[in-house]
C-alpha cells in the first residue's frame, strides 16, 4: 500500500470535499447560462427617438417621467 494515497480504491465521487470545489463553479456556470438565455429571450424593445417618439403612445408616461424627475419650484 502506497503511503502517499489514504484510499486507493475509493472513487472521487465519493469524496465530500470533491463536491464543494467542483460543485460550487459548475453551479456558477449553470446560473450564468441561466441569466444569459433569460436576458436574450426578454429583453426590452427599444423606444423610438426624434419626431417619431412624440406622437407615441408612450408620450404621457414621458411627460409623467419627466415631471417627476424635474425638481419642485
Not at 502517499?4 to 470535499?17: D, E, H, M, V
Not at 470545489?21 to 426624434?50: H, K, N, Q, W
Request: no cysteine; proline share 11%.
Amino acid at each position: 500500500m502506497n503511503e502517499q494515497t489514504p484510499n486507493p480504491g475509493r472513487s472521487l465521487w465519493r469524496i465530500p470535499a470533491l463536491w464543494f470545489v467542483v460543485g460550487g463553479p459548475a453551479a456558477v456556470v449553470v446560473a450564468g447560462i441561466a441569466t444569459a438565455v433569460i436576458a436574450v429571450r426578454g429583453g426590452d424593445v427599444p423606444l423610438p427617438t426624434g419626431a417619431k417618439a412624440q406622437a407615441t403612445t408612450l408620450s404621457p408616461a414621458h411627460q409623467a417621467r419627466n415631471h417627476a424627475a424635474t425638481a419642485r419650484p
